[in-house]
């Protein structure tokens, strides 16, 4: 018996190979040729017209070779479908035995790679404390190769854009029409006079912007 092949599994004719006696070797021609009339069975049964009672016999067969766990209580099969799965039951216990030395061997490996790195860790001369200022600067300063190095004097400044960007119109845009916000949040708290409430709104909304426009120049200069 040997493993199923990854092409049969594929197939649905894995039971095939736990009741071949085939090597268990990769490559084989044998197995090649077995894989090749397997795979024109699979094709003629999916073509097959769905009123031929041949291969509807045929597609029940292999239904049950695919996956036997799922008719083993049929009356006439089950017998062979149990086999079927104690033959593949019996492929995966096959296990090497872990020997204890392999094991200590294991955890010695991991226990010197753990002191490994604590010694790396308190080598490190700022693991207590960071390093100032000008020590981070010429550190980044070594790290980063003549063609990566950073624009230091404009690292972290706005991004200008190479075109203009237009105004997106959002005058169609019901949810985003501020003045009927602005009307609908007066009704809501019950103001008297919604008009006032509206222009009171918008002064505020155009201080906003004005202090987000002085903001904007001022990032422009730096």
């Known amino acids: ?18 009741r071949c006696d085939a090597p268990d070797v990769s490559g084989l ?16 049964m999916v073509s097959s017209s769905p009123d031929d009672k041949l291969f509807q016999h045929v597609k029940e067969l292999f239904s049950m070779l695919s996956e036997p766990h799922k008719y083993d209580h049929d009356t006439i099969h089950r017998n062979e479908l149990v086999y079927q799965q104690e033959l593949a039951a ?11 030395n392999d094991i200590e061997k294991l955890f010695e490996k991991q226990k ?19 390093p100032s200022p000008s020590i981070a600067r010429m550190i980044g300063e070594e790290t980063w190769s003549s063609e ?6 404009n690292y972290g400044s706005r991004t200008i854009p190479s075109k203009n960007i237009e105004k997106v119109d959002r005058s169609e845009r019901v949810g ?6 602005d009307r609908i949040q007066a009704n809501v708290k019950n103001v008297r006079d919604s008009d ?13 912007k004005d202090v987000i426009e002085d903001i904007d120049e001022i990032l422009d200069d730096n």
């Open 1 to 18: 018996m040997s493993q199923p092949r990854k092409a049969m599994k594929s197939l649905g004719f894995q039971g095939c190979c736990l």
């Open 29 to 44: 021609k044998r197995c090649e040729i077995c894989i090749s009339n397997h795979t024109n069975v699979r094709n003629r």
């Open 90 to 100: 019996s492929l995966s216990n096959k296990n090497e035995k872990i020997d204890i």
């Open 112 to 130: 010197s790679s753990k002191r490994l790195l604590q010694d790396l860790g308190n080598k490190n001369p700022w693991k207590d404390n960071a």
């Open 148 to 153: 990566e190095k950073l624009d230091l004097l």
């Open 176 to 181: 985003e029409d501020l003045i009927l916000s």
């Open 196 to 208: 006032e409430f509206v222009r009171m709104k918008q002064s505020e909304r155009k201080k906003w």
